[in-house]
């Protein structure tokens, strides 16, 4: 897994962890998302609970108007309610699926059909009490206008003090049964002290009046709708005690129906707030492991990006350092990885060409050391061919001095002819001598030469090679600034990343100024290569005409000595040729006049070339110093 997670590209190590990131928020948004809709269904819950509270309320407020009024649009009103009030607790079946909540449904349902049938034998009772009430309404106005008859007969027939009595009787029967009417309306019993005295009063106060005729027949009929009367009002108190009876079943079952709905409603609340509480809960515990997960793939995320960049910037920071003993190879695959590699490989190639430079110039220090002796051995043959000149000319002069003595004493000509020709004989090995050193010096000369264009070639590679390390660094400043972007694309998430991106940057900056610094040092080698190159092309030239020049001399010591063997041969001619050989004498003198001359301008190209090794020598030195820098593998 980890192989796998160092392998993946610094985008996707991102995306990974924002992706991650993103993830979680998700869950937590969807966990909150799932609490806040329990929430919401318990509210729901809730809110049907109070609903059919309100609903068995608004049965009980219909059940006792309608036990007031008795009216068939109250019934209706009832049963409506009742029936509404069913199809709702039924339907909160499919709302409430708990044990407990279900039971209490069932049990509020079973309560309203018991609600159901009471008040159905309510609305019987109150229909016998309505009829009761309807008769009872007849027989009073039936008595009331006997009553009234009956006093109006009385004041045609009777006197003063019958018809008080009567108006006293009638006004006693009014207020009676205004009482008894008020109680049957209310459906409340009759009180006691009008069965007990009052209507047994009023029955005497009737039967006592005196009447006669017409008023008699009224007497008897009032006396006989009273007593029905009385009757009737004996059959409604059992029907009253039965209606109110009746009307506290009602009130009972509501009052079961509104405990049982109310511990619907604690129930609903109290799960309620034991949902929150697991909400919370579970909210908070995802949150949690949301923000440890996050944090735990922040730092995987991180040693992932920030690890191998450190690694890196330690690897080029050894580079810049000038160490290139050290192999820098990693397994990774993203784009650090790569980069490592590349650093790796940069500092293999740097190494040998800094190995390979380093033995140029080892072998252009042993080289020049060599020429610079030559250099020296050859202007001492030099001085040395310039005083036996000296003496080849000494000799010349001698000898012209001479001729004039040749004809008077030809043995002291041959003597003299014979000494010359020695004297030749050894300045012509002189002479081959100095060609060959010459010739050998040419040859040092052109391998100098070689070996300067090596080293300017070389040279030239370390200046592709700078161009190489100056393309890395710029590449690398390139991956550090997007880094850096990234990094600030990641807040504070990524604010480690940032300054680790900002050191690569710096590092790869140093690289760059190292990179120009070497780059003016080279540019300086190859100009001192390219002059003392140029010095040695003219040491070349002239020792190569130096050598001419010797083959000449050379040339012209063979034709000496074919003078001499002719001189030799002519010695008993002296005489005659005295002459010509005093003007041979004069081309001698010149000729070696002018090999002297050859001599000085040879012995002068000599320390040129002794100052072009020196200067050659001071510059390898100083690149043997430059190159001391760099720490290679032997």
Do not use: C, W
């Amino acid at each position: 897994m980890k192989s796998l997670l160092e392998n993946l590209s610094i985008g996707a190590k991102l995306a990974l962890g924002f992706g991650l990131v993103l993830l979680l928020t998700l869950i937590v948004g969807g966990t909150s998302i799932y609490g806040v809709s329990t929430l919401l269904e318990r509210a729901d819950k809730v809110q049907v609970a109070k609903e059919l509270n309100q609903a068995v309320f608004d049965l009980n407020k219909a059940s006792l108007d309608y036990i007031e009024a008795g009216d068939d649009q109250a019934h209706s009103h009832v049963k409506k309610i009742g029936v509404g009030l069913y199809k709702a607790f039924q339907q909160s079946l499919s709302v409430y699926t708990g044990k407990d909540s279900v039971r209490l449904v069932n049990e509020a349902t079973a309560l309203i059909n018991e609600y159901e049938k009471t008040f159905e034998e309510l609305v019987k009772s109150r229909n016998k009490l309505t009829n009761t009430a309807t008769i009872g309404a007849k027989t009073r106005t039936d008595i009331l206008s006997e009553l009234d008859a009956l006093t109006n007969d009385l004041r045609a027939t009777s006197d003063k003090d019958v018809i008080i009595s009567a108006i006293d009787t009638k006004n006693k029967m009014y207020k009676t049964v205004a009482e008894i009417t008020s109680a049957v309306v209310k459906s409340k019993p009759i009180p006691t002290s009008i069965k007990e005295k009052d209507i047994p009063d009023l029955i005497t106060s009737i039967r006592s009046i005196e009447t006669t005729g017409k008023a008699a027949t009224h007497q008897t009929k009032l006396i006989e709708l009273f007593s029905s009367y009385t009757k009737l009002l004996d059959t409604n108190e059992p029907l009253t005690n039965t209606l109110n009876a009746q009307t506290d079943s009602l009130l009972t079952l509501t009052k079961k129906m509104n405990q049982t709905l109310e511990e619907l409603s604690e129930t609903q609340r109290s799960k309620s707030l034991s949902d929150g509480n697991s909400v919370n809960l579970l909210v908070i515990s995802i949150t949690i492991i949301a923000v440890i997960i996050g944090i735990v793939f922040a730092f995987v995320i991180r040693n992932l990006i920030a690890k191998p960049m450190q690694e890196v910037t330690a690897a080029v920071e050894t580079i810049a350092n000038g160490d290139l003993s050290q192999q820098f190879s990693t397994q990774r695959r993203d784009e650090l990885g790569k980069l490592y590699n590349d650093v790796g490989r940069m500092s293999v190639t740097l190494n040998e060409l800094i190995s390979q430079t380093v033995s140029g110039v080892m072998s252009l220090s042993a080289t020049s050391e060599q020429l610079e002796a030559i250099s020296k051995h050859s202007q001492t043959m030099m001085q040395s061919q310039r005083d036996e000149t000296d003496q080849v000319a000494t000799a010349i002069n001698e000898m012209s001095a001479t001729v004039a003595e040749v004809a008077r004493n030809a043995e002291t000509a041959a003597t003299a002819a014979t000494n010359t020709d020695s004297m030749v004989n050894k300045g012509h090995s002189l002479v081959s001598t100095t060609v060959d050193e010459i010739g050998n010096l040419a040859e040092d000369l052109n391998l100098t030469s070689a070996t300067m264009e090596a080293l300017k070639q070389r040279s030239d590679n370390v200046g592709n090679v700078l161009e190489v390390i100056k393309a890395v660094a710029e590449q690398t400043n390139l991956l550090a600034l997007n880094a850096a972007i990234e990094a600030a694309r990641a807040g504070e998430a990524g604010r480690g990343f940032a300054v680790v991106a900002d050191e690569v940057r710096g590092l790869a900056s140093r690289t760059q100024d190292s990179a120009k610094e070497i780059e003016e040092l080279i540019i300086q080698l190859q100009n001192g290569a390219q002059e003392s190159l140029d010095k040695i092309q003219v040491s070349r030239e002239k020792s190569t005409q130096n050598a001419d020049n010797a083959r000449s001399l050379v040339t012209l010591f063979n034709d000496i000595r074919e003078q001499m063997g002719h001189v030799q041969d002519m010695n008993q001619q002296i005489a005659t040729a005295s002459e010509e050989q005093s003007h041979v004498a004069e081309e001698i003198n010149h000729s070696i006049e002018n090999v002297r001359q050859l001599a000085d301008q040879t012995s002068e190209g000599s320390q040129e070339s002794v100052v072009a090794v020196n200067t050659l020598k001071t510059l390898s030195t100083e690149l043997n110093t430059l190159s001391a820098r760099f720490k290679t593998k032997s």
